[in-house]
T-cell receptor, first 112, second 114 residues
Framework: DAGITQSPRHKVTETGTPVTLRCHQTENHRYMYWYRQDPGHGLRLIHY???????DKGEVSDGYSVSRSKTEDFLLTLESATSSQTSVYFCAIRVQGAYGYTFGSGTRLTVV | DQQVKQNSPSLSVQEGRISILNCDYTNSMFDYFLWYKKYPAEGPTFLIS?????DKNEDGRFTVFLNKSAKHLSLHIVPSQPGDSAVYFC?????????????FGKGTKLSVIP
């Protein structure tokens, strides 16, 4: 078990408010990722990190920012939430020596 | 431009029969392919993978076939069981290019009917 947890699991927020989602891992893996899953779109990469303070944009990064101040935590922030950001958000890590990812259980975010 | 395509949004199969899920890709740099399975309210979980140096990989009831010339891969589940009902995502990466980043398809929802 790669020990990855996401918080919160569910959140409802209002349009225009800031929201931060947290991804926590327990095993010091270097690579971490944020994806969103939407019907008809599958899994799309938002941002990823390859080390502390090292991050880069993915396919759908507009409206999102990330931070990684320590190895175990990767934060995703919606600066001003919009209804189009209603989605299920998944964090993933790449375990050392593996080519695939291990995913967290997801955060269901609803922007009203 | 969608680099990994799963053209069938859904598939229904009788229990005990074979399920075949298909995936096409356009990026010739992709050299490693994975299938993930996702149940509702859970994160995707790794199922099986294949490197481009192979054309087949088998793990129990699951077999992945790769046709590089056609840029096509398929996942076979034999025999299908009701517990296999889930969304299946195909994913690809370009390891030879130094990229571990996975590009996912849109997923295929498999329903296995008892």
């Amino acid at each position: 078990d790669a020990g990855i947890t996401q918080s919160p699991r569910h959140k409802v927020t209002e349009t225009g408010t800031p929201v931060t989602l947290r991804c926590h891992q327990t095993e010091n893996h270097r690579y971490m990722y944020w994806y969103r899953q939407d019907p008809g779109h599958g899994l799309r990469l938002i941002h990823y990190s390859y080390g502390v303070k090292d991050t880069d944009k993915g396919e759908v990064s507009d409206g999102y920012s990330v931070s990684r101040s320590k190895t175990e935590d990767f934060l995703l922030t919606l600066e001003s939430a919009t209804s189009s950001q209603t989605s299920v958000y998944f964090c993933a890590i790449r375990v050392q020596g593996a080519y695939g990812y291990t995913f967290g259980s997801g955060t269901r975010l609803t922007v009203v | 431009d969608q680099q990994v395509k799963q053209n069938s949004p859904s598939l229904s199969v009788q229990e005990g029969r074979i399920s075949i899920l298909n995936c096409d890709y356009t990026n010739s740099m992709f050299d490693y392919f994975l299938w993930y399975k996702k149940y509702p309210a859970e994160g995707p979980t790794f199922l099986i993978s294949i490197s481009s140096i192979k054309d087949k990989n088998e793990d129990g009831r699951f077999t992945v076939f790769l046709n590089k010339s056609a840029k096509h891969l398929s996942l076979h589940i034999v025999p299908s069981q009701p517990g296999d009902s889930a969304v299946y995502f195909c994913a690809a990466s370009a390891l030879g290019a130094g990229s571990y980043q996975l590009t996912f398809g849109k997923g295929t929802k498999l329903s296995v009917i008892p």
